[in-house]
């Protein structure tokens, strides 16, 4: 079956640092992969997406690239801030699958401290 | 309002009580979801309805009933839960079934089982 596997976290940084969350995936069809951010108390909002091979998704100062070949969508971020504080969530939603249902890596913390 | 709402945030229930989460969502969209959010575990999804039918049921104990009235509205139903259920429920929407389509979360109802 489909799976997502990011790196575990917490991911302490200082202000300005550059982040990198790795995520890798298998699925059996042509999936669209996400990146979801959730807040303190929040529920999760989408960061960023793409649906084929080889596209930038990009939000927020957030980059993730599709790669195909090797089955990954990290996430970057040149700069961070301490509002960048969250929870990060990889997640992939298979075409082949019977509808939309998305399945979730286990999620990275991350703290930025100033 | 707008966007997904929960109620209530935040539930404690003893393992014989009956109480019921409630979603509700004002976008328009056609399909809702539920998951749970366990800690140290990835996003579990519950149940999908598209247009008020109940679409996946991922093995979930008979104990979580969905109902699913309106395509606005989506309902969790609880009984003679355990102390294993506590958890972070979490609600979404999306356009409808399509892979690309981005899910809209609500804040999650935290569920406390004594």
């Known amino acids: 079956g489909d799976s997502v596997t990011q790196m575990e976290g917490p991911v302490t940084l200082s202000e300005e640092a550059f982040l990198t969350i790795n995520c890798t995936y298998t699925a059996t069809g042509y999936p669209s992969l996400f990146w979801y951010v959730q807040y303190p108390g929040e529920g999760l909002q989408l960061l960023l997406k793409?649906?084929?091979?080889?596209d930038k998704g990009s939000n927020k100062g957030f980059e993730a690239t599709y790669r195909k070949e090797t089955t990954s969508f990290h996430l970057e971020k040149g700069s961070v801030q301490v509002s960048d504080s969250a929870v990060y969530f990889c997640?992939?939603?298979?075409?082949?699958?019977?509808?939309?249902?998305?399945?979730f890596g286990g999620g990275t913390r991350v703290l930025v401290k100033p | 309002e707008t966007g997904v709402t929960q109620t209530p945030r935040h539930l404690v229930m003893g393992m014989t009580n009956k109480k019921s989460l409630k979603c509700e969502q004002h976008?328009?969209?056609?399909?809702m979801y539920w998951y749970k959010q366990s800690a140290k575990k990835p996003l579990e999804l519950m149940f999908v309805?598209?247009?008020?039918?109940?679409?996946e049921n991922n093995s979930v104990p008979s104990r979580f009933s969905p109902e699913c009235p309106n395509s606005s509205h989506l309902f969790l139903h609880l009984h003679t839960l355990q102390p294993e259920d506590s958890a972070l429920y979490l609600c979404?929407?999306?356009?409808?079934?399509?892979?690309?389509?981005?899910?809209?979360f609500g804040p999650g109802t935290r569920l406390t089982v004594l």
């Open positions: 979404a929407s999306s356009r409808d079934l399509d892979g690309w389509n981005e899910q809209f």
């Open positions: 793409a649906t084929k091979a080889d």
């Open positions: 309805y598209s247009l008020e039918e109940r679409v």
């Open positions: 976008l328009g969209h056609n399909a």
């Open positions: 997640a992939l939603s298979d075409l082949g699958a019977a509808g939309n249902k998305l399945t």
